[in-house]
């Protein structure tokens, strides 16, 4: 009987669902309203008021500034609560599962990530200072150093990834994408702007669009930065394992 | 052409869904899930939002796997039968 | 001259194609860890580099050419230390090998 309720509503859900999706106008129509109202200033204007190439990047970082900031706090805080529920790692005597493996890595494997890795971060360095004018930016660039260190840990196991980004290096740099957000944005307010505006109204003619550019890149490499740390810390503290060594130790 | 290829897509990402779900093995669900955001990430390409591919890609399929595959081995394997 | 580039693109794409269709069966159809390492590591060498080359071909002289060339080595260096990781850790947690109908030793994986 419950089986067959829940089926009733999940098919009345589908046929709802599609009912409205046959009635949505197709794909790319210039007279729907998020076609009509605000997208059209962004694409002209973006240029000349955000002075970001990437249009995406401007309306991110500049028009839309204050909901990626809120973004930008949500990653941490996730942070917060992983490290509220299990913990951070103990300095020195942390290890994963891939350092008590009964398959040590071999070193064909070990050679190839000391080969790539540095290959990973410097792409992900491009993705973030090149996220102003081609796609990438920020949360991707964080997203692919955070990768490299997870592929970095996974053949060198726990210990030696800790000790190549220490805690004392990851703490202070995992708030780093909030507070260069909002630092960023008071400079506005400092500047005779407002919030998050990146603009100095006061500033010479010349300065305003540099400014603003390098404003821009300084956000995203906070953004960049914080984000690859908050990664690292989420993975360290899932895969320590500090009873067993607690045990035997 | 184009239409046989989002079809297509969209097919492929709500099989891989349901098998997600479906996917008794957490490990097995954990890696289809990845499969899943693979496809994501070729239609937002398609869709020509290259910022939310590279996201998705380097997020989804990339780090939240890693992320749930730990957990997966923290945990337990396999769902408990009914 | 573009028509010619065109076809010999498209064919070696439809030959990477080819090589994936054929791994990716070897790897439904194999019976256990090492025998599927075998296609499945073909699918990236043979199929993935036929495709890039293709592409290469398709993009003629520029940038994108140097893109493809620097991505195919990538992938070549990258799929092949997968394979060999795989196949050394099944080796070390003594995976049994698949053996003809009965003779297998443990439950195997597989049909």
Redesign the interface.
């Known amino acids: 009987m419950k089986r067959v309720l829940s089926l009733f509503f999940i098919a009345a859900l589908g046929v709802l669902l599609l009912y409205v999706v046959a009635s949505m106008p197709p794909?790319g129509d210039p007279q729907t309203p998020t076609a009509t109202h605000v997208i059209p200033r962004y694409l002209e204007r973006a240029e000349e008021e955000t002075h970001t190439e990437?249009v995406?990047?401007g309306v991110i970082l500049n028009y839309r500034g204050y909901d990626t900031m809120g973004e930008v706090t949500v990653i941490f805080c996730a942070l917060a609560a992983v490290l509220a529920v299990l913990g951070r790692e103990r300095r020195g005597r942390i290890r994963g599962?891939v350092d008590r493996s009964?398959?040590p890595?071999?070193t064909?494997?070990r050679t190839?990530v000391r080969?790539?890795v540095p290959?990973i971060i410097l792409f992900s360095v491009y993705?973030i200072l090149h996220g102003e004018i081609s796609?990438?930016?920020g949360?991707?660039g964080g997203?692919?150093i955070?990768?490299s260190m997870?592929i970095f840990t996974?053949v060198f196991g726990l210990y030696e990834s800790s000790r190549r980004i220490p805690q004392k290096v990851r703490a202070p740099l995992e708030g780093s994408a909030v507070i260069v957000f909002f630092l960023v944005g008071a400079l506005g307010l400092v500047g005779g702007g407002n919030f998050l505006t990146y603009a100095w109204p006061h500033a010479a003619r010349g300065l305003q669009p540099a400014l603003v550019t390098w404003l821009t890149v300084l956000v995203e490499v906070g953004i960049g930065l914080g984000g690859a740390m908050v990664?690292i810390s989420?993975?360290f503290a899932?895969?320590r394992e500090e009873e067993e060594i607690a045990l035997t130790a | 052409m184009e239409t046989a290829l989002n079809l297509t897509f969209i097919v492929l990402l709500v099989a891989t869904a349901l098998m997600a779900v479906w996917a008794r093995d957490l490990l097995a669900a954990v890696i289809i899930f990845s499969v899943y955001s693979l496809i994501m990430a070729l239609m937002w390409q398609r869709l020509q939002a290259p910022d939310l591919a590279l996201t998705e890609a380097a997020v989804g399929a990339g780090v939240t796997t890693v992320l749930f595959v730990v957990t997966v081995f923290k945990t337990r394997r396999r769902e408990e039968e009914e | 001259m573009s028509a010619a580039r065109d076809i010999v693109a498209g064919a070696l794409c439809c030959i990477g194609t080819f090589f994936f269709l054929v791994g990716t069966t070897g790897l439904l159809r194999m019976p256990d860890v090492f025998t599927r390492l075998h296609p499945s590591t073909k699918c990236d060498t043979l199929g993935a580099c036929s495709v890039i080359v293709g592409m290469a071909v398709y993009s003629g002289w520029s940038w994108e050419l140097c893109k493809l060339v620097v991505i195919a080595c990538f992938l070549l260096l990258s799929s092949a230390t997968c394979g060999h990781a795989i196949g050394r850790s099944a080796l070390r947690r003594n995976i049994p090998y698949w053996r003809r109908q009965g003779k297998e030793t443990g439950d195997g994986n597989g049909a």
């Open positions: 794909m990437n995406i990047t599962f009964p398959v890595s071999s064909i494997v190839m080969f790539m290959f993705t796609p990438g930016g949360f991707q997203a692919i955070g990768g997870i996974t990664l989420i993975l899932m895969i």
